[in-house]
């Protein structure tokens, strides 16, 4: 029997402020999402903001005097400065834009593999080690894997217990004085664990090693302050926590930011330009060459707003109860097992299952046919699948909107789904 939710948040009036959940699916079933960790859904505050943006202040940033462009500079750095105090950045200038978390975390890789920092503390080379885990998103694999094999250095990670956590058994013989870099997720995107970064980072920063995290996923859900959580970079992107898509954000001390060489060259990244060679413009601009995504932005400033007007901790509250609601229903659907914590302690808002004899791209389909939103697949986290021997899992995943009822339309559909498949 499912437990009764207490939420801190009235999700009925939360739920009319996003548009999109009063559609209408093929057939006339309600729209039932339970696909946020791939991307959320858009309140409309942020609508409005953009639209706002566009027909009345559209202009370039950081280049032009007239009254258009000075608009569009004052929104778009207005932005990083709700975003610095989103996050508890102790400085707007900390504050980088990227188009998503994806190219922030390449960001520090190239920068890092490229040899042009002038400290040696951020240069990678032979001997050097880059430890990363099993549960990571591709884009937290791929680009290190690719760093070492330019660099010489060699990669290392954490592997997945049978439940679902990381393996921190080895904690000091796999961080050691090799480690140059240490980057690992918060909350993973398939298996919902939360990870104790601040026990990783404690040890890595032992070491003098850098930590960089990837907030996709723990961003949009709780309360972050950077310097509680002991790192030097932290990763997210905006789509994920109410804002438009084509927008992220890396947040890295000033120290590590000062000394990392630029990543792409272009126009208002520099100070100056001579033909024999050029100087740079100190962050965050060094690292925003070309027209930002000056619109998603300032959306990404209007989804902060309206998140902080929810309050993260209660917007954290209501993930938790809901999360708990959901894997007490998920168990009493017969066949059904949980790929990761099977409990709502340190864990987050997206959980993965498999339902027994039943591939997850057919239990997606009729689910969908019945206005169930859910994404099924390895959730660019093919590893994970790889050690728990699976193919895929169907993820379903929620956030500020998401209702009991969502979770009752999921437990039922998969009902719905092994009858259909006998």
């Known amino acids: 029997m499912a437990r009764e939710v207490t939420s801190p948040l009235d999700v009925d009036r939360v739920r009319k402020d996003f548009p999109i959940l009063q559609r209408r699916l093929a057939g006339d079933h309600p729209l039932v999402y339970l696909d946020s960790a791939n991307t959320s859904q858009k309140p409309q505050p942020v609508l409005d903001t953009l639209t706002e943006h566009y027909t009345r202040h559209n202009a370039n940033v950081a280049r032009a005097v007239h009254q258009l462009g000075e ?15 989103f996050i508890g950045a102790p400085s707007r200038d900390e504050v980088i834009f990227a188009k998503n ?18 400290d040696p503390r951020y240069r990678l080379g032979p001997g050097d080690d880059i ?3 099993e549960m990571e998103h591709h884009s937290n694999i791929v680009p290190w894997q690719l760093a070492a094999q330019r660099t010489g250095a060699r990669l290392r990670w954490f592997g997945i217990t049978d439940e679902g956590r990381l393996d921190l058994a080895q904690l000091d013989e796999l961080i050691t004085p090799r480690t140059k870099v ?18 990783i980072a404690a040890r890595a920063h032992e070491v003098g090693a850098l930590v960089l995290v990837d907030g996709a996923q723990s961003v949009p859900h709780m309360p972050i302050d950077v310097r509680e959580l002991g790192v030097d970079l932290l990763a997210f992107t905006g789509h994920k926590m109410c804002g438009p898509t084509g927008i992220g954000v890396l ?14 060259g272009g126009g208002e990244m520099i100070e100056t330009v001579a033909m024999e060679g050029s100087t740079f413009a100190a962050a965050p601009h060094k690292f925003e060459a070309g027209t930002p995504p000056i619109a998603q932005a300032v959306g990404l400033g209007a989804a902060a707003d309206y998140l902080s007007g929810l309050g993260m901790a209660h917007v954290n509250a209501h993930v938790e109860s809901i999360t708990a609601y959901a894997l007490n229903m998920l168990a009493d659907v017969d066949g059904v097992t949980i790929i990761g914590p099977d409990s709502p302690v340190d864990r987050g808002g997206t959980i993965s299952f498999t339902l027994d004899g039943i591939h997850p791209h057919d239990v997606g389909q009729v689910l969908d046919e019945h206005g169930v939103a859910v994404r099924v697949g390895h959730h660019c986290a093919r590893p994970v699948c790889v050690r728990y021997g699976i193919p895929a899992t169907t993820r379903a995943s929620f956030y500020v909107y998401t209702t009991t009822d969502d979770i009752d339309a999921l437990a039922d559909g998969l009902e719905r789904v092994k009858r259909f498949f006998g």
């Open 182 to 199: 240490v980057s690992l997720v918060h909350q993973s995107n398939i298996l919902g664990t939360l990870n104790d970064v601040a026990l």
């Open 131 to 133: 430890v990363i885990t």
């Open 71 to 85: 608009e569009a500079t004052a929104a778009y750095e207005g932005a990083r400065d709700t975003i610095a105090t």
């Open 251 to 264: 947040w890295g001390r000033s120290e590590v930011l000062d000394a990392l060489p630029p990543f792409l």
């Open 101 to 118: 978390a994806s190219e922030a975390l390449n960001l520090v890789a190239n920068t890092l593999a490229s040899g042009l920092a002038d």
